[in-house]
């Protein structure tokens, strides 16, 4: 308590001019992202906190750096992201996205915990206080997502509720089960009641759902969706008092599309997120700084985009001390170069300069060891190709899923396609192509098969450990030979992603961290993933989507319409099983 009221009283003295401040960022052109004007002025810090915007340029400092009339705008806010889909642990992370300008995350690591549970989500809590970027959690809901696949663990509220009182924790996570709400299951309703008398926020999880649906998430006490891909999604949401989330990650690329139901009225009920976003394009282009760009080239005027980015994110996770530039406020600010390509010059984390020019000034040193059941998490059975064989017995009409590049839903076909010897076969030139998923957590050797088309590939397999959300092991091929070398390159390396070709391995990206995420150093994951661009596109010339995390997402059992578990092939829209072979 001693400390806390000396820390007050230095920043009120400094607030006063009774003291000198730790630093002042002098000459910027400040962003009020209260009420979206720009007023140049100097940016005063103690401790940490904003303790004045100031005018008249007439405080003094220890420290002190020339802005050059540079627009200055308050750090930016992820309000949903899964950090595991970056392959990247929460410390790595922090250093990829601190020099873009992203000072404050809100993570669900639902990922995870499918595969190691509480003890994962222990693992994510403990890496991210090792770094400088500030990553909140929200506690996964649905582990498993549904009784519809196996995931490596499940988690019920008498597991989530000692780390309610955790100070990094927010809330509860994107609520996937909505049947499980809709009908008022007391296993969901626990959570979500434990949550809410914690004074914590509950997030939604709202794909494909209607209004009448809404409106019982909204009687629930659920806040938030991330899953509209259309403007009237997104406004219908807003009229119920969601918060929408704004998405734009590597498969779900939804903002130029969710842009028009954003209006001067109703703006403040958006915010932006990413999801879930590979490490290359993390790399390059950024997370929230990228959506701003492209909201901007969009026509949305550049300071309500970073309000979006910045107080809307805060408001909406409770977050008081974040978001804006004014006394009060936490000292997370960027310096600009150019406001219209939102090019960031240098970020600054509680007063203190963490990132310029696009690089750490003082890179994070250590990760957390992860315990052995989270490094040695994939058992795989024996895979043959009769254990991959589709057969067919009256028709050759199959129900296929169908991808959409870049999005997360599918759609549902019924189409002929070939069999012999009684069997589906893999037809390139139609583009029908193979895909299993693998129970990889406790042995049950479960075999979920399917057709899928959409992908374009030519020859060779690929498969990955990353299939959402219960994380089995998910393979898609023109053959079962290459397959077969797929699966078990996967159970060689613990985890990871595989490209196949002939027989031969072609390049792999061991994912040692619950077969999700990699604790090589960053230059070495980059290069490994780069390499495994090269092969993917060696077997694929033609590829313009993201292949690996479009595939990735074929596997969650409730995003429609059609998906495929360890257990079969699953209707979202009826949310059942259902038969190969179509009636």
Known sequence: MHSAIEKLQKRIAVSQQLHPADFILRNARVADVF?????????????????AIDTTGSFEGIEELDAMERCVVPGLIDGHI?????????????????PHGITTVVTDPHEIANVSG??????????????????FVMLPSSVPST??????AKLDANDLQPLLSHPSVLGLAEVMDYPSVLRGDTDMLAKLALTQEAGLRIDGHGAGLQREQIRGYRAAGIQTDHECV???EARDRISQGMYVLIREGSAAKNLNALLPAVTAHNARRF????????????VDEGSIDHAIRLAIAAGMEPLQAIQLATLNAAECYGLSAKGALAAGFEADFIVLDDLATFNVAAVWKKGIKVAEHGVMLNPTPSQEKCSVRISQSVHLPTITKEKLAIPFSTSSKATIIEIIPNQLVTNKLI????IVDGVFVPNIELDQLKLAVIERHHHKHSIGLGIVKGFGLKQGAVATTIAHDSHNAIVLGTNDSDMIVAIQELQDIQGGLVVVNEGRVLASLPLNVAGLMTQVPL???IHSLSELHEAMHSIHPTLDFHLFLTLSFLSLPVIPSLKLTDTGLFDVTAFQHISIEAE
């Open 415 to 418: 189409e002929d396609v070939e």
């Open 271 to 282: 915010l932006f997120c990413t999801d879930d976003k590979h490490l290359d394009e993390l």
């Open 147 to 152: 009784s519809f696949e196996h995931a490596g």
């Open 230 to 232: 259309t403007a009237d």
């Open 118 to 135: 509480v003890e994962g989500i222990e693992f994510m809590l403990k890496d991210a206080e090792t770094s400088p970027m500030d990553i």
């Open 82 to 98: 899964h950090i595991e889909s970056s392959m990247l642990t929460p410390s790595a992370f922090g250093d990829v996205l601190l």
């Open 35 to 51: 009420s979206l004007a720009w007023t140049t002025a100097d940016i005063v810090v103690a401790d940490g906190m904003i303790v």
């Open 523 to 525: 230059d070495e994951a």
